[in-house]
């Protein structure tokens, strides 16, 4: 039997996000993780995910922010190159920002906060690549700074490391996030 979580325990709202009254932040869906050393594990079935969560929450009126990480000039994170533009099935339309960080927490060193906060919505839906760093950070900077984080499960995804599967870490950084720091759903298709 599952122990209850420390959310749980101290008596955290559980309830899913609402589109519409939402914002959602979509990070890291650049192409370095769709092929070559960076290559995600089941990354085409959670850009998809990303990508029908995007349409559904532009129909509903949710903010929108983009996030693309930049190691800078010829990293496998370029952001003037490809391989670290952010992939076009999810690609910012205008209106929509585009926040560029350095670190795995999309809120360190940007101006992450005050969108989300100039948007309105105490609660972030965060989607993106990769679950165990950049997605788990993110979501909990959310939470500490008083966002009600939600992570849809199926729109992110990550990479096999040292001697643990993809489906392990993916796991195991949803799990994290649920024990502390906000929602997770099995799917977006759950957030209307």
């Not at 500490?144 to 489906?167: E, F, M, Q, W, Y």
Request: glycine share 8%; charged share 20%.
């Amino acid at each position: 039997m599952a122990s209850k979580t420390l959310r749980e325990l101290a008596g955290a709202d559980s309830s899913t996000a609402s589109l519409a009254s939402s914002t959602l932040v979509l990070i890291d869906y650049q192409n370095t993780y769709t092929r070559g050393a960076m290559e995600l594990d089941g990354w085409k079935p959670a850009l998809d995910a990303a990508s029908d969560l995007l349409s559904r929450a532009r129909a509903a009126g949710a903010g929108i922010i983009h996030v693309q990480h930049d190691d800078g000039e010829g990293s496998l994170y370029d952001i003037r190159q490809d391989i670290g533009g952010i992939h076009p099935s999810v690609a910012p339309i205008e209106g929509e920002p585009v926040v560029v960080k350095q670190a795995p927490d999309a809120f360190h060193g940007t101006d992450l906060g005050k969108l989300v906060d100039e948007a309105g919505n105490d609660t972030v839906i965060i989607a993106g690549f990769m679950t165990h760093m950049c997605v788990a950070y993110t979501s909990a900077s959310a939470a500490l700074r008083g966002n009600k984080p939600t992570v849809p499960a199926d729109t992110c995804a990550t990479r096999s490391i040292v001697d643990v599967s993809a489906d392990e870490l993916h796991r195991s950084a949803l799990a994290a996030i649920a024990d502390a720091y906000g929602v997770v759903v099995a799917s977006g298709s759950e957030l209307v």
